[in-house]
């Protein structure tokens, strides 16, 4: 299955800073994803990391001079042009207060300045400096200058630095940029569009140490967050408990039980056009919750449960013009049950899948699921990255939005 930006041309510019190693990272990272990847470097970023690295690993040359490069070929001058001519987005990082002031300024006297003269792709600018630099009014200026001027800037994070100083100016994380980019380059059809997700599993206290729950690691919720702030939404996950980091730009609620998760659900929907119910959500509760420890005593003990709201039902009874998304993990009888929960909550779209698999059980990074349509269609998807698969069902929601238009 491809990434969204498998077999995308992105050049990578790098830098003379400290953070140049991050770089490479980076560049892996891409790799990863599918990208072909070049790397055009200032000469100060070889102090830092040396080309044969990033040639290595993107099995091209790197550009690093205006007449030279480092497979010893006297034709950089016109390989950079064309690099540009040819590139789906661009990412500087780290970018230098040196380089950002010649971006600002139309500056063009080595390769990577003359190349970003001549590029009309998007680019995402990495800044990575001193703190006082940073704040230095010329820089801020000039960052000013190039949001005008359409560059996506990505802000450096807070902390300790090379220096010894601490404060705004290090490099994000590789994996983060790369998110950036991921945004940079999706479609925003769903711009103006707010959506509503849940995720993870809920917790039911027993005692207050033990508690009913199940191995929903939240990533599924996770990925359509993410997915769906990249293409323009704004987008609340309410969250029972995991270990995943928050989505950029996503308004997070994190919760334990079912109802707590139903109460800020049912708070959010109304403005919600677009909801997608990914959480996995403990179906009963204990009747007792003990106020203490439960000590081990009796050989066997008999716990007492009642049903907790069903929030998706109540969400099928409650919607008004919004689309209604929810998922069906099941052992068997796959289709039987997945078509009678479409039917039974008011559902437009239900993603199923069986957790009998290594592939689509609950914590694993792949899915195979089998959407279930309103209209008695049915499409069964390959095994994919949840990350792939979140913009699939995207894609297919923008879809139900554009015949209910």
């Not at 996503?250 to 990914?278: C, P, Q």
């Not at 779209?349 to 309103?374: E, H, M, P, Q």
């Amino acid at each position: 299955m491809q990434t969204r930006i498998d077999n995308k041309k992105i050049v990578l510019g790098v830098c003379g800073g400290i953070a140049a190693y991050k770089s490479v990272e980076l560049l892996r990272l891409l790799n990863k994803q599918g990208a072909k990847v070049r790397v055009v470097m200032t000469q100060n970023a070889r102090s830092f990391v040396g080309p044969l690295t990033f040639e290595a690993l993107s099995g091209y040359p790197v550009c690093f001079d205006l007449f030279q490069n480092s497979d010893s070929k006297k034709d950089s001058s016109i390989k950079h042009i064309d690099w540009a001519r040819d590139a789906d987005a661009v990412i500087i990082a780290p970018a230098t207060a040196n380089i950002i002031g010649k971006f600002a300024n139309g500056i063009a006297d080595d390769a990577l300045s003359t190349f970003m003269l001549a590029l009309t792709a998007p680019v995402l600018l990495c800044p990575s400096m001193n703190s006082q630099m940073y704040a230095n009014k010329a820089v801020c200026r000039n960052l000013s200058m190039l949001r005008a001027d359409g560059y996506f800037i990505v802000e450096p994070k807070a902390g300790e630095l090379a220096c010894g100083d601490s404060g705004p100016g290090r490099l994000p994380e590789p994996k983060d940029i790369l998110d950036r980019l991921l945004h940079c380059l999706a479609p925003k059809d769903l711009k103006d569009k707010k959506v509503l997700v849940t995720a993870g599993p809920t917790r039911e206290p027993i005692d207050p140490v033990r508690f009913i729950s199940n191995p929903s690691s939240g990533k599924m919720g996770y990925s359509i967050a993410r997915a769906a702030e990249h293409r323009g939404a704004e987008v609340v996950l309410v969250t029972g408990p995991t270990n995943l980091p928050d989505p950029v730009n996503v308004k997070v609620i994190r919760v334990e039980t079912a109802k707590e998760m139903a109460l800020a659900v049912f708070e959010h929907m109304e403005e919600a056009r677009i909801i997608i119910k990914a959480a996995a959500v403990s179906d009963y509760r204990p009747v007792n919750l003990a106020k203490q420890k439960i000590k081990k005593g009796k050989d066997e003990i008999t716990l007492f449960l009642k049903k907790n709201q069903d929030i998706l039902k109540e969400l099928g009874r409650k919607k008004k013009n919004q689309v209604l998304v929810g998922f069906a993990a099941e052992t068997e009888n796959l289709e039987i049950n997945a078509e009678k929960k479409l039917a039974e909550k008011k559902l437009d779209i239900i993603a199923a899948n069986l957790v009998d698999s290594l592939s689509s059980g609950f914590g694993t990074d792949t899915n195979r699921v089998t959407l279930f349509y309103k209209d008695k269609t049915k499409e069964a998807l390959p095994e994919m990255g949840k990350d792939d698969l979140a913009h699939i069902l995207l894609d297919r929601i923008v879809k139900v939005l554009d015949v209910s238009r």
